[in-house]
């Protein structure tokens, strides 16, 4: 498939879900990436931790573009427009910060990359929206005031289109909750992709609880 931003965005609030995942293994990351896009969700978030995750995201977005070129790859936690150059430069078709840094703003619309900054007040909302950035990481979800906030949010700026992460939940309750508030999508880590099914090696697992709550969104969707 194309990665082009627009093409990004529509995919990311089709799936509904975000996977947000990292491993230092790239074989096991290979697997979980592909037992995400299995499930229903391609467009996966690798996050930026540890030594040398430039150089890891590299070897595994270039496997995937040769072996499976309908996943889109991005990059989460970063913080600097330094290291999002890096990470574009590897392959990333989208970035994800934990707070709103222009300076990447800037870098990622150089490129025509999607950007999803870290916001926790209208405020922060509001300096994305002038950025350019379509839509906006409510972090730490939860912490900042939840659904609600989402339903305050969309009063008075209906045109906010927001993806939390931290305290959405991988089942239908909690799925309905935060996407009756208004939500496009939801980041989910290691509720979503559990360190048990991980060191078990059970791609399976991660398959099926993808593909859960992909089709909890799609169900809330279609009421």
Known sequence: MPHDRLTVLTALETQGIAPVFYHPD????????????????????????????CDLFGEIARELQ???????????SVVDA????????????FVVSPCLVEEVARVCNRRMTAYFPGCGS??????AHELGCEIVKLFPGASVGG?????????????????????????????????????VAAGMGSRLI????????????????????VEAVRA???R
């Open 26 to 53: 790239p074989e096991v990351c290979l697997n979980v990436i592909r037992a995400c896009a299995r499930g229903g969700a391609p467009v996966v978030e690798f996050t930026n931790r540890g030594d040398f995750a």
């Open 82 to 93: 330094g290291t999002a150059s890096l990470f574009l430069n590897r392959g990333a078709r």
């Open 147 to 183: 659904p609600d906030f989402v339903k305050a949010i969309l009063g008075p700026m209906p045109w906010t289109k927001i993806m939390p992460t931290g305290g959405v939940e991988p089942d239908a309750a909690s799925i309905a909750k935060w996407f009756g508030s208004g939500i």
């Open 194 to 213: 559990t360190d048990g099914a991980v060191k078990a090696r059970d791609w399976a697992a991660i398959e099926d609880s993808v593909g859960s709550a």
């Open 66 to 76: 040769r072996t499976d070129p309908e996943i889109v790859l991005g990059i989460g």
């Open 220 to 222: 809330f969707r279609a």
């Open 122 to 127: 209208v405020t922060e909302i509001g300096r």
